[in-house]
């Protein structure tokens, strides 16, 4: 028990702390002692929290065994000669009779009754204490029980503030994601709905249809989205967790390919997928929700109307290879070496528009790489300015699959853009 307790509050092994030789300090002063010190009892060991010695021949420290060998009793403990104490004469600390003659000490009790170790004054002559001197000893127990326990309440309470600004942070990441991911469909509906209502008047019947058609969908898809990303909110508990589960690659891809149809419409670019659709893969659903749509959105974002963006799989022996292939403006050298900061964790980068003028912000590549991460997988990029860029990266097919060890290679990257 007294090993658990003094676990439960945190003293051993701590540095020198002036509260507490602040103690032993006045106790040698009033009581007039060379020799005053706080000492913790563990389960194997004598650990002393504070030592004042004024002898000439080290009593202090060669007193530490006392501890192991003297009983602790309710009330103090006044041993006025050593060498008349009958404790002493089979004792193997009979050698400290030699210097040590008398000794005080009183148990420093925890308010449940543990006793942790003591507070106790010697001396190199034999001595006794007034009850004064003893109430004096008795005090300043308390004390430094009081010390023990202000310290411990400090350490929780420590504890629990830097847990309270842990659940802060990740929950503004998951705000921050949810802005994110909402970004590019709300684009869609804004669009759709654009048209609705400033080109209706050329528009035939069949063209309004399609359109409040295509404002339906994207809406739908987009509530399903915001309902999901909600939910993973509240069962994570504020805390980004990675649950993952067996889903095939069409019902993770399908539903961030029509999320994103609406956009790719807008902008006259075509989404298409090659995918090993019945493919099974081990991953958490809504962080490689998170993941597909930046990616894809990216890719969007970043090439001209006319042109693709293709989503393609590889099939290997224990995990797939799923590539964001697009025809989009690509980077240069020096895009490139700015875009590298996106793999730093709580980087972000500078403002890059899109095609159109989309803008955008620095989470996309951050929350990618981070919710690669906690799978084992991280993105290999390739591009070529004006030829469009390539993005991969591997997901296990099964639960502890093993991911092959890939040197990242970042050739470029697609968004490069910072909130305004």
């Known amino acids: 028990m007294r090993h658990e307790t003094q676990q439960l509050y945190g003293i051993v092994d701590t540095s020198i702390e002036p509260d507490f030789d602040a103690i032993t300090t006045m106790l040698a002063d009033l009581l007039d002692m060379p020799v005053a010190m706080i000492h913790l009892v563990d389960k194997e060991r004598v650990w002393v929290k504070s030592l004042i010695d004024r002898t000439e021949v080290g009593l202090g420290e060669r007193s530490y065994a006392l501890a192991h060998h003297l009983p602790f009793e309710e009330g103090p403990m006044v041993i006025e000669d050593v060498q008349t104490d009958e404790r002493f004469e089979t004792s193997p600390l009979g050698f400290m009779a030699q210097s040590l003659r008398f000794y005080a000490g009183i148990p420093i009790r925890t308010p449940e009754g543990h006793v942790l170790g003591s507070l106790c004054v010697m001396d190199t002559k034999p001595r006794s204490l007034s009850e004064v001197q003893i109430r004096a000893l008795e005090t300043s127990s308390h004390h430094v029980m009081k010390l023990l326990d202000l310290r411990r309440v400090n350490g929780e309470l420590t504890q629990k503030t830097y847990l309270l600004q842990e659940a802060i942070a990740q929950k503004d990441k998951f705000f921050s994601m949810i802005a994110h991911d909402l970004r590019a469909p709300f684009h869609g509906i804004m669009g759709f709905s654009e048209i609705l209502a400033t080109e209706q008047d050329q528009m035939s019947a069949s063209e309004i249809t399609r359109t409040a058609q295509y404002l339906h969908e994207t809406s739908e898809t987009t509530y399903r989205l915001l309902e999901s990303l909600l939910s993973w909110t509240v069962s994570a508990g504020g805390f980004l967790e990675q649950n993952p589960i067996t889903i095939t690659?069409?019902?993770?891809?399908?539903?961030?390919?029509?999320?994103?149809?609406?956009?790719?419409?807008?902008?006259?670019?075509?989404?298409?997928?090659?995918?090993?659709?019945?493919?099974?893969?081990?991953?958490?659903?809504?962080?490689?929700?998170?993941?597909?749509?930046?990616?894809?959105?990216?890719?969007?974002?970043?090439?001209?109307?006319?042109?693709?963006?293709?989503?393609?799989?590889?099939?290997?022996?224990?995990?797939?290879?799923?590539?964001?292939?697009?025809?989009?403006?690509?980077?240069?050298?020096?895009?490139?070496?700015?875009?590298?900061?996106?793999?730093?964790?709580?980087?972000?980068?500078?403002?890059?528009?899109?095609?159109?003028?989309?803008?955008?912000?620095?989470?996309?590549?951050?929350?990618?790489?981070?919710?690669?991460?906690?799978?084992?997988?991280?993105?290999?990029?390739?591009?070529?300015?004006?030829?469009?860029?390539?993005?991969?990266?591997?997901?296990?097919?099964?639960?502890?699959?093993?991911?092959?060890?890939?040197?990242?290679?970042?050739?470029?990257?697609?968004?490069?853009?910072?909130?305004?």
């Open 249 to 420: 690659l069409e019902q993770l891809v399908l539903p961030v390919l029509r999320l994103l149809h609406g956009v790719a419409l807008l902008k006259e670019v075509s989404l298409e997928m090659e995918l090993h659709s019945d493919l099974p893969v081990f991953v958490d659903r809504n962080m490689m929700v998170s993941v597909l749509q930046n990616l894809i959105s990216n890719a969007i974002k970043f090439t001209a109307s006319g042109g693709s963006v293709r989503v393609r799989s590889y099939k290997h022996r224990g995990y797939v290879t799923l590539q964001v292939i697009d025809s989009g403006i690509g980077m240069t050298a020096d895009q490139i070496k700015v875009a590298e900061s996106a793999f730093d964790k709580g980087s972000r980068l500078k403002s890059t528009n899109g095609t159109s003028g989309e803008a955008g912000c620095g989470l996309g590549l951050l929350l990618c790489h981070q919710f690669l991460d906690v799978h084992g997988s991280h993105m290999r990029i390739e591009s070529t300015p004006g030829q469009g860029t390539l993005i991969e990266f591997d997901l296990p097919r099964r639960q502890n699959a093993r991911l092959p060890r890939r040197q990242l290679k970042l050739l470029a990257v697609q968004e490069a853009c910072e909130t305004k």
